[in-house]
C-alpha cells in the first residue's frame, strides 16, 4: 500500500485509482490502472506499508495490551513504480463509477444526475 504524505500540511493519504489529494491540496496522486505503479504531484514523501503485515495486524487486532506491530517504510525518492509530475502535468483521475463495493447508491444518484442534464440539454435544443 502506497501513502503520500504531504510536507506542508503532514497529511497522510492512501492512494487510490482515482485522484487523491492531501487536506491543504499541494498534493495528491493516483494509481494507474494496473495498481501498482504510482503517480503524484507536490512536495510529498511516498510512503509504503507490508501489505501482509498490515492485513495480519489487521486481523489481530488485540483487545488489550499491546497493539500488533507491521512494517512501514518512506520510499526512496527515485523508484520505477512512483512518478513525480509538476501540478501543471498531472492529469486528474475522477471516475464516479469506480466500484469499490460501497457507492451503489451513490452511482444511481450520479446517473439520475446525468439523466436530469441530458433532459436538459434536449431541452435547449428544442
Ligand atoms: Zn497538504
Redesign the pocket.
Known amino acids: 500500500m502506497k501513502l503520500l504524505l504531504?510536507n506542508?500540511?503532514e497529511?497522510i493519504v492512501k492512494l487510490s485509482k482515482t485522484t487523491r489529494t492531501?487536506?491543504?491540496?499541494?498534493?495528491g496522486g493516483h494509481y494507474k490502472e494496473d495498481g501498482v505503479n504510482a503517480v503524484y504531484y507536490g512536495n510529498a514523501t511516498t510512503i509504503g506499508f507490508a501489505n501482509s503485515e498490515f492485513k495480519y495486524a489487521l486481523a489481530n487486532r488485540p483487545r488489550y495490551g499491546s497493539g500488533v506491530e507491521f512494517t512501514a517504510f518512506v520510499i526512496p525518492d527515485n523508484v520505477p513504480t512512483i512518478t513525480h509530475v509538476d501540478i501543471e502535468d498531472y492529469e486528474e483521475v475522477v471516475d464516479y463509477y469506480w466500484d469499490d463495493g460501497f457507492d451503489d447508491m451513490m452511482e444511481e444518484a450520479e446517473l439520475a444526475k446525468k439523466q436530469v442534464k441530458l433532459k436538459n440539454v434536449f431541452k435547449d435544443e428544442e
Do not use: I, R, Y
Open positions: 504531504c506542508s500540511c497529511d492531501c487536506q491543504c491540496g499541494a498534493t
